[in-house]
C-alpha cells in the first residue's frame, strides 16, 4: 500500500510540476519526481513491461552491511560519487552539504571503506558549489595519475589533484557552457582520449533560463582531463526526457552501452549503444522494468557479470524510491532480457529521495556502493554505504 501510495504521488506530481519554478523544479528532479514540458504531448506507451518478473534479494535490513560514512542532525547531506585507487583500499567520497547543492564536503576511507576519516580540508571555492560533485580517476598519455572533480550547472567547473587527492585546485571553469549532474560519467577510447557525459534541460547549457528539449551531452580531453572540449550534442528524444547517463563498455570492448534516466515517468529507462567509441550512438530504445530507474552507476563484477546500482523508478514495483541493484549480464541488456535478480540495498524512508551512487569493487570481490539515504523516519538523510559480494548473493537467490 506505501509504494502504490508513493506512484500515485508521482503521477499527480507529473502534472503539477511543470509550472513550478526552477528552484522547485531542480528539487523535483533530485527527489526522482515527475517534470514535464509544456510542448510535449503525453505519451504512455511502452515497448518493454513497466514491471519485472525477477526475484528481490532484501538486504536493507542487514545492518552489518551497512556503514555511515557522514550524518548532521537537521542537516541534508547527499548525492555522493567515490574513486577507489588502484591499491584497492583508498576510496574517497564527495557530496554536496544541502539537497544536489552546496559545499562540497570530502572523506577519504583507508581501509576499502570500513572506517572514515573526518571531513577534510578542501579549496575554499568548493563552498560555492552549484550542484551534485563528481568524481573520476584519469591517467594522461605519459601514464601520471590525477583526480578530477566537476561541479555543474553553469558554467560546468574542474577541480585537479595530482597527489591522490591530498591538494586540489579551485574550482575553475572547462568552457563557457553548462549542464547537469556533469560529469555522470566518464570513459576512455582505446586511443586514450577521455570523454564525460553530462546532460542539460536548456537551462543551463548557455545559462537561457529557460527550460526545453532533455539532450545529453559529451565533452572530450586528450591531455588526461586538464582541458576540455566544447560539448556535442549525443542524444535526445522527441518525447522522452533522457538524462544522467551511466556508461559501460562491452566484455570485449568493442561496443559501449549507455543507461538513461527518463525524467518524464511515461517511459522506462532508455538505452543506446556505440559501435565507434562514442562517434555516433544509436537510437534510444526502452529498457525492461527491472532495469527501470535514475543515476544508473555500472560495475563489472570479476565473473563478468553487472552490477547496476540505481535509485528504483519503475512503474510496477515494491521497492519504489528505494536503493537498488541489478544483476545480469551485458547481453541480457543488449538483448532485451530482464537480468538474474534485483537487490534492495536500503529501505528508503522519505519518496525516492536516494541513490545518486558510488560503487567499487575491492580486491576481495566485494563491492562498496556509496549513496545518501533517508535511512530513518522523520530524519534528514545521511551518506551510508552497503558491502556484498555476488557469491553471498547467488547462494541466497531464488
Known amino acids: 500500500m506505501i509504494h502504490s501510495a508513493i506512484q500515485i504521488i508521482a503521477l499527480i506530481s507529473l502534472v503539477c510540476f511543470c509550472h513550478l519554478p526552477s528552484a522547485a523544479v531542480e528539487e523535483a528532479v533530485a527527489n526522482g519526481k515527475a517534470v514535464t514540458q509544456n510542448a510535449v504531448e503525453p505519451n504512455s506507451s511502452h515497448t518493454q513491461p513497466k514491471g519485472y518478473s525477477l526475484p528481490v534479494i532484501d538486504l536493507s535490513s542487514q545492518t552489518e552491511r551497512q556503514v555511515i560514512i557522514d550524518q548532521e542532525a537537521g542537516q541534508y547531506l547527499g548525492h555522493p560519487t567515490t574513486v577507489l585507487l588502484e591499491d584497492k583500499k583508498t576510496m574517497i567520497a564527495v557530496y554536496p552539504k544541502g539537497h544536489g547543492r552546496g559545499a562540497i564536503i570530502m572523506k577519504r576511507s583507508l581501509d576499502g571503506g570500513l572506517t572514515w576519516s573526518e571531513r577534510l580540508p578542501v579549496p575554499e571555492n568548493w563552498a560555492t558549489s552549484l550542484e551534485t560533485p563528481t568524481i573520476h580517476r584519469v591517467i594522461d598519455a605519459k601514464e601520471n595519475r590525477r583526480l578530477v572533480l566537476f561541479s555543474g550547472l553553469h558554467p560546468i567547473r574542474l577541480s585537479v589533484s595530482e597527489d591522490d587527492g591530498l591538494n586540489w585546485t579551485p574550482l575553475k571553469p572547462i568552457g563557457d557552457f553548462g549542464g547537469i549532474v556533469a560529469m555522470s560519467d566518464l570513459i576512455q577510447t582505446s586511443g586514450g582520449q577521455y570523454q564525460a557525459y553530462f546532460h542539460d534541460d536548456g537551462r543551463f547549457l548557455h545559462n537561457e533560463g529557460k527550460r526545453g528539449a532533455f539532450i545529453v551531452y559529451k565533452t572530450r580531453s586528450d591531455d588526461g582531463g586538464l582541458t576540455w572540449s566544447a560539448q556535442e550534442e549525443v542524444v535526445s528524444h522527441p518525447v522522452a526526457h533522457l538524462c544522467e547517463p551511466g556508461l559501460v563498455k562491452s566484455p570485449d570492448g568493442s561496443q559501449w552501452l549507455m543507461l538513461l534516466r527518463e525524467n518524464s515517468r511515461q ?103 556509496t549513496t545518501y539515504c533517508h535511512l530513518y523516519e522523520g530524519k534528514e538523510p545521511l551518506v551510508v554505504s552497503v558491502r556484498f559480494q555476488l557469491s553471498e548473493l547467488d547462494a541466497i537467490a531464488p
Open 267 to 369: 517511459f522506462n529507462s532508455f538505452y543506446c549503444v556505440s559501435n565507434d567509441e562514442g562517434e555516433t550512438w544509436s537510437a534510444p530504445k526502452q529498457l525492461p522494468g527491472a532495469l527501470t530507474g535514475d543515476r544508473h552507476v555500472i560495475r563489472y563484477a570479476p565473473d563478468g557479470r553487472l552490477v547496476i546500482t540505481f535509485r528504483d523508478m519503475a512503474h510496477t514495483t515494491s521497492t519504489h524510491g528505494d536503493f537498488v541493484a541489478w544483476v545480469g549480464t551485458y547481453d541480457d541488456i543488449i538483448n532485451d532480457r530482464e537480468g538474474q535478480y534485483r537487490v534492495r540495498l536500503l529501505d528508503n524512508k522519505d519518496g525516492a529521495d536516494t541513490g545518486y551512487a558510488g560503487l567499487e569493487l575491492l580486491s576481495d570481490g566485494a563491492f562498496v556502493s
